[in-house]
């Protein structure tokens, strides 16, 4: 990834990043690539059908350009009109890398790139310079996204169950409280019903006396004389 490597100042014209998103590699097709389209266009080039087959594949060329950022990977298409495609690292699945006949001999290839999810290949970096050193890049960059995910997601955990915690021992706090309240009321209310039995005892005791005291006892006179009637 010799020259491959080196950031076209084009990609500004269309790409913007993401704060703290930075440019890894950008390309575009090979100048090799271009062979194939002039093998079939210079003998049609008599009847100018070959001219259109050479201009279009010179154009395609020209306006594709690929990027790798530390964030994901970009796509820009379009000779008349702009496509631009995005895919974030973290949801790439699978990479492939393929070189043709032309491809092997003059050292480009084909880096395919398939989502989770996805249905087949999403995104293509078609005719890129050493193709296996760019699949490489991207699955360092997948790796390293997956590790920070992970990292993020576990301090995620972690702040979720400190915040159980804490509710726990506040609910734990709640419930010892209310158990001592309780705990005290019952104890008012027992003290309450001993003094009240106590009292209801003592009140008792007093009629009993009171009524001992109302009855008089009897005359040993007045049993005497009504035995001698």
């Given at each position: 990834?010799?020259?491959?490597?080196?950031?076209?100042?084009?990609?500004?014209?269309?790409?913007?990043?993401?704060?703290?998103?930075?440019?890894?590699?950008?390309?575009?097709?090979?100048?090799?690539?271009?062979?194939?389209?002039?093998?079939?266009?210079?003998?049609?080039?008599?009847?100018?059908?070959?001219?259109?087959?050479?201009?279009?594949?010179?154009?395609?060329?020209?306006?594709t350009q690929y990027v790798v950022t530390t964030d994901?990977?970009?796509?820009?298409?379009?000779?008349?009109?702009?496509?631009?495609?995005?895919?974030?690292?973290?949801?790439?699945?699978?990479?492939?890398?393929?070189?043709?006949?032309?491809?092997?001999?003059?050292?480009?290839?084909?880096?395919?790139?398939?989502?989770?999810?996805?249905?087949?290949?999403?995104?293509?970096?078609?005719?890129?310079?050493?193709?296996?050193?760019?699949?490489?890049?991207?699955?360092?960059?997948?790796?390293?996204?997956?590790?920070?995910?992970?990292?993020?997601?576990?301090?995620?955990?972690?702040?979720?169950?400190?915040?159980?915690?804490?509710?726990?021992?506040?609910?734990?706090?709640?419930?010892?409280?209310?158990?001592?309240?309780?705990?005290?009321?019952?104890?008012?209310?027992?003290?309450?019903?001993?003094s009240e039995k106590r009292h209801s005892t003592s009140?008792?005791?007093?009629?009993?006396?009171?009524?001992?005291?109302?009855?008089?006892?009897?005359?040993?006179?007045?049993?005497?004389?009504?035995?001698?009637?």
């Amino acid at each position: 990834m010799s020259n491959s490597s080196v950031i076209d100042p084009g990609i500004d014209d269309w790409l913007t990043l993401d704060q703290d998103e930075e440019i890894i590699w950008s390309g575009k097709p090979h100048e090799s690539s271009l062979i194939p389209a002039l093998i079939i266009g210079l003998p049609l080039a008599l009847v100018l059908v070959g001219l259109f087959i050479i201009a279009g594949a010179y154009l395609h060329r020209e306006n594709t350009q690929y990027v790798v950022t530390t964030d994901g990977l970009y796509k820009k298409t379009g000779i008349l009109s702009r496509d631009v495609q995005r895919i974030d690292f973290g949801k790439v699945q699978n990479t492939s890398y393929s070189q043709g006949f032309f491809g092997s001999q003059f050292g480009y290839g084909n880096v395919d790139i398939s989502t989770a999810g996805g249905s087949g290949i999403e995104m293509q970096f078609q005719s890129v310079p050493e193709p296996r050193a760019v699949q490489e890049l991207i699955n360092k960059r997948v790796k390293a996204s997956r590790g920070k995910s992970a990292t993020e997601s576990g301090e995620t955990k972690r702040d979720v169950l400190d915040e159980i915690l804490i509710e726990l021992k506040e609910i734990r706090s709640t419930l010892e409280t209310q158990q001592e309240t309780v705990g005290d009321t019952s104890a008012t209310m027992s003290n309450i019903g001993t003094s009240e039995k106590r009292h209801s005892t003592s009140e008792n005791n007093s009629e009993s006396n009171e009524s001992k005291s109302t009855k008089r006892p009897t005359d040993p006179s007045e049993t005497e004389q009504g035995s001698s009637q």
